[in-house]
């Protein structure tokens, strides 16, 4: 890797077992109903695959994204890489790891950025965080939501 390393992680509780959210965090055709930072996904998620991500920044601009991902293991990671520049520039690693804690699940939900633009990315690194906590909290809404009403 060269260039500088960042990592952003959040977590959250969400009441449920890990296949609950393992089903909605992959159900990708539902993510324009609930996400409010990842708009679409299309694509599958198995390693070695590409998916196409439609971002919502700060300001509602949106930009696509076209990650291959590294780790698809039901119930338990789901993690992509993004290489928006060239290689050694910018490249991101978004991550939900699940794990099972007490009647629920813990998701821990991070990027980590690597590169040699990171030292500019600033600001963007503290929009990112609280993205991803809005991210975190209607995951949680949308998990619990449908865990009342089956």
Sequence with gaps: MTGAV?????????????????????DF???????PTLRRINGTPAAHTRLTVTVAGPGGREWTIRPLVLAAEPGRVLRWRARPLLPGVLTGVHEFVLTPEGSGTRVVHADTFSGVAVPALGRFLTRNASG???????????????????
């Design 132 to 150: 991803m906590r809005d991210q975190n909290a209607a995951l949680k809404a949308r998990v619990e939501a449908m865990r009342a009403t089956s």
């Design 6 to 26: 960042r990592r952003v992680e959040t977590s959250v509780h969400i009441a449920a077992e890990p296949a609950r959210v393992w089903a909605v965090l992959t």
């Design 29 to 35: 055709a539902g993510y324009p109903r609930w996400s």
